[in-house]
């Protein structure tokens, strides 16, 4: 069967702590993504990666292909980080479609 | 310029009414896809379209049917609406069919009364 876990669901962070998401996932993936979905509810990829780590300004994603098992962090968060976190991946099973995490929602407080 | 854009953004309707929702990017992509996030905050694939073709299907009621006139538009047609219809519908871009970075619209709230 073809899942993603997400975890916490729920984070509180104080502003400039180092936060840490985790995703697992069931079987072979093609490639897994980490979605941004901000309160007002748009959603923005901030990751797409199959291997290794990616870094985009305070963001940081990593992958473990043989654990089956990816992280996202956050370094020195600010309020503006405040959001819904999603892990999603498409499994090579599945035609490649897209199984989404139930999401981590994250709020940093000043 | 908007990547994708969804119109409407607000649909408040009857139950057993008939609407439908616009989707259009303008990327250049070759892919598009129907998502929808329940009440939950849940997103779940509902379809996928590569150069026009259905490609991807889900368990969908067949009350939704998409539509993808050119490559650049994929529309979603809902029939006899129901009130487990209500959600927030986004649709997305890739540059192939469930590989590369997705682009997703801004959603569309749908309320069903």
């Known amino acids: 069967k073809n899942e993603v876990e997400q975890s916490p669901q729920n984070l509180t962070a104080q502003e400039g702590e180092f936060i840490t998401i985790n995703c697992s996932y069931s079987v072979g993936i093609s490639a897994l993504h980490w979605l941004q979905q901000h309160p007002g509810g748009g959603i923005v990829s901030l990751f797409m990666?199959?291997?290794g780590k990616k870094k985009h300004g305070r963001l940081i994603a990593t992958i473990n292909i043989q654990e089956k098992h990816s992280s996202l962090h956050i370094t020195a968060s600010h309020p503006r980080d405040s959001a819904v976190y999603i892990c999603?991946?498409?499994?090579?099973?599945?035609?490649?479609?897209?199984?989404f995490g139930g999401g981590t929602r994250v709020l940093v407080k000043p | 310029d908007t990547a994708v854009s969804q119109t409407p953004k607000y649909l408040v309707t009857q139950m057993g009414n008939d609407k439908s929702i616009k989707c259009e990017q303008n990327?250049?992509?070759?892919?598009m896809y129907w998502y929808k996030q329940d009440s939950k905050k849940f997103l779940k694939i509902m379809f996928s379209y590569n150069n026009k073709e259905l490609i991807i299907n889900e368990t969908v009621p067949n009350r939704f049917s998409p539509k993808s006139p050119d490559k650049a538009h994929l529309n979603l047609h809902i029939n006899s609406l129901e009130l487990g219809d209500s959600a927030v519908y986004f649709c997305?871009?890739?540059?192939?069919?469930?590989?590369?970075?997705?682009?997703f619209g801004p959603g569309t709230r749908l309320t069903v009364l």
């Open positions: 999603a991946v498409s499994f090579k099973a599945a035609g490649n479609k897209l199984t």
């Open positions: 997305a871009s890739s540059h192939g069919p469930g590989f590369g970075e997705q682009f």
């Open positions: 990327l250049g992509h070759d892919t």
């Open positions: 990666l199959s291997s």
